[in-house]
Structure formats: C-alpha cells, structure tokens
T-cell receptor, first 114, second 118 residues
C-alpha cells in the first residue's frame, strides 16, 4: 500500500449504530487530518493530530471521536449520528503541521446515515 | 476569519485549449500559502500547485500556472494545453503561516468543476 488509505470506502449506518473509520498513511508523516466534504459546501477541517497529539478540534460535535494511536493510523469513531452527517470523510497527512507542507489525501469514506 | 471564494461552479474547455479558474480570498494576514487541489472523479485529492505569499513570482508546474495578485487577493489557476485527464473538481485553498495562533486550518473554496471536451 502506498500513500494514504481509508477503510471502508462506503458505509451505511443507522442513527443508533456505532462505527469507526480508519485511515492509514504509508508516507512517514507526522501530522494527520480529518475533513468532512458535504455536497455544495467547502471541505471542513474536523481534527488535526501532530505526533499523535490532537492539536486542533474545529468545533466538532462529540458524536465524532477521533483517535490517533500512532503517527501512521487515525480513526474516527462515530456514534448516534444524524442524517446531516452524511458526507464524504477525507483523511489527509503531511510531513508536519506547518503551513507550507503539502497534504496528501486518502480516497475518502462515503458515509450515509439513515 | 479567512474565506476563499471560487465564483465559477462549473467551467468547460476544449481539449488543447487554455482555461483559467478564478479564486479570491479574504485575509488580514500577510504571511500565508495558497494552494490549488484537484479532485478527479475517483475522489483522491491531489495538490496541483502551491504559492507562497511572500514570493512575487508566480508558481508554475508544467502546464499549470497561477496568477497571484496579492493586493487584489486573487489567485487564479491557468491550465494550458488542456487534456482529458484534467477533468476534475478544482479547489482553491488558503493556509495561514501565522505562528502566533492556529495555522493548522486549510480553508477551501467550494470548488470549480472543470469539464474537458474532446
């Protein structure tokens, strides 16, 4: 595997379910990000991790819970979601969180909340 | 707060022709970076080109170039000799280089969907 991978690619869940999204980067990067991409809206940054420490939480509801056990893996735990949470969730990584560094994106997980 | 505006939801271009995608942004900061990202139908977003605000020279990457007008807060992307593989959603993005506060946020525009006609 190369680059940034995400699993699953598609997920359908009910509002009472608990599920997790997984992201793995094979680039040796130290920073990882979660973004939400909704139709007709700009990408929204959700969380930033640097060296496994959360450095940004962009006013995200508590029903989204990130976890970064090491610099290569990032999870997004989901529980009691709402239909408006349906979106494409993108993971990204960069060498470090500094501004000039290119962010490398995964293919995304298409989430549908029923 | 910074905002990024892409005023063209959709654009089309003939193969081998040139197209320019517009982007404007609003910021009170002087140090920042601007990016154009491309998201093809397969959804994997990739960086096309990057511009440092402190550089007056416009960035160029092969067929892709930018027209960076700092005073006007404008950052357009020009694609020359358009190819079918250029068809994608293009996002303009801003990131602050201000070290005194949070500079982790990459602020995106809503995107421009580019169609390349054969």
């Amino acid at each position: 595997e190369t680059g940034v991978t995400q699993t699953p690619r598609h997920l359908v869940m009910g509002m009472t379910n608990k599920k997790s999204l997984k992201c793995e980067q094979h680039l040796g990067h130290n920073a990882m990000y979660w973004y939400k991409q909704s139709a007709k809206k700009p990408l929204e940054l959700m969380f930033v991790y640097s060296l496994e420490e959360r450095v940004e939480n962009n006013s995200v509801p508590s029903r989204f819970s990130p976890e970064c056990p090491n610099s290569s893996h990032l999870f997004l735990h989901l529980h009691t979601l709402q239909p408006e949470d349906s979106a494409l969730y993108l993971c990204a990584s960069s060498q470090d969180p500094r501004a000039y560094n290119e962010q490398f994106f995964g293919p995304g997980t298409r989430l549908t909340v029923l | 707060a910074q905002t990024v505006t892409q005023s063209q939801p959709e654009m089309s271009v003939q193969e081998a022709e040139t197209v320019t995608l517009s982007c404007t942004y609003d910021t009170s900061e002087s140090d920042y970076y601007l990016f154009w990202y491309k998201q093809p139908p397969s959804r994997q977003m990739i960086l096309v080109i990057r511009q440092e605000a402190y550089k007056q020279q416009n960035a160029t990457e092969n067929r892709f170039s930018v027209n960076f007008q700092k005073a006007a807060k404008s950052f357009s992307l020009k694609i020359s000799d358009s190819q079918l593989g250029d068809a994608a959603m293009y996002f303009c993005a801003y990131r602050s280089d201000y070290s005194g506060g949070s500079n982790y946020k990459l602020t995106f525009g809503k995107g421009t969907l580019l169609t390349v006609n054969p």
